[in-house]
């Protein structure tokens, strides 16, 4: 019953899931296949009405083109891009589901309509890759149920052949339940150890993969950009005198004044040992007001043993151009966090000259 719960409870990071997609070499041009897929779903039922075994009623003629036009249109739209909202994913699926039903249940011959069921389990892959536990268990209910109706249609038709009828279902059976089950259950667990593979586990905050993927994701259009690198002044003291536990402890409390200070849509990211780095789209005086109330925050110490200081880089540009530029000011503002260094520590210091930078 816990490994059950573990399953039920498991949240879906769609963002996530779609960012990674985009990133993948192999996996980037997913939507083109998810696309094709809605083509065939067109051709598919053209070719039921035309055909005795398929389409049966001349007024349901219509309902069948209309499904194969709107197919093509989503398909075309999928191979368009760029990946869909959450929201518009799910508006996808509930297409899936109430179209390939309708499809099902217009088919004239239920022997012919029973094993054409194994489509939707076309549905239930795409369901299981991007979607929650709870979605994909409101499809496999839905599944059954169409299942059902059309077992039911086939034992009950004229002459049926029960038998046959019967191997249909134990096909569907494992190609629309046992199979997908185990393979779903697989993708949630390996979402999650994958998505931890994009964090820092000590902080929490985003690490280097995490923050180059965060760079692939949807920006803040428009306006001003700036790269804050922030790093712990004498952080090797820290360690040498009171040991790593409380160094551990004083990364784990700057990280959470940096993810404090600096809300979302800020993107916070530890780069390095005692290195983090802050994407944020405000002007250029208020990310310089945010650095400061975070310098005065970690100098102050309130209650913390020990307290530290921390060297402030800052560098700008504009959102738009962030995820192609991101290198070059970032080389800016750790030129400008090393020049915060030489001057003591404890210092913010604003870099948009490139000359002298330093790697990131």
Known sequence: MHMLHRWWTQPSDFAWTTAYH?????LQRAHIAVGIWCLLYSALCVLAAHTPAGIGEPSEYAAGY????????VGAAWIRGPWPSETVSKMFVVYLEASSAGALLML????????????????????????SPKLFFGHQSWAIVISGILFTRAV????ADVVLASAYLVMLTLVLFSAPILTQSLLVLLRRDAATAFFDPLTGLRNRRG????????????????????DIDNF??????????????????????????FAAPAITARTGGEEFAVLTFVEPAAA??????????????????????????????????????????????????????RAGGNTIVTNTNPEGAFPC
């Not at 985009?22 to 192999?26: D, E, G, H, S, V």
């Not at 209309?66 to 249109?73: E, S, Y």
């Open 22 to 26: 985009r990133t993948n070499p192999i």
């Open 66 to 73: 209309m499904l194969a036009g709107i197919a093509g249109i």
């Open 108 to 131: 004239s011959d239920p022997m012919v309509a029973l094993p054409c069921a194994a489509a939707l389990g076309v549905n239930g892959s795409y369901i299981a890759a991007f979607h």
């Open 156 to 159: 009950t038709a004229p002459d």
């Open 211 to 230: 923050l180059a993927a965060a760079l692939t994701e949807t920006l803040p259009a428009g306006g001003s950009a700036a790269v804050v690198v922030i």
């Open 236 to 261: 090797k003291k820290v360690n040498d005198r009171y040991g790593h536990a409380q160094g551990d402890a004083v990364l784990r409390r700057t990280a959470s004044a940096i993810s404090g200070t």
């Open 288 to 341: 310089f007001a945010f650095a400061d109330t975070l310098r005065i925050a970690l100098a102050d110490g309130v209650g913390s043993d020990p307290a530290v200081t921390v060297s402030i880089g800052i560098a700008h540009t504009t959102a738009n151009t962030l995820p192609a530029s991101y290198d070059q000011v970032c080389r800016w503002a750790d030129t400008a966090m090393y020049a915060a260094k």
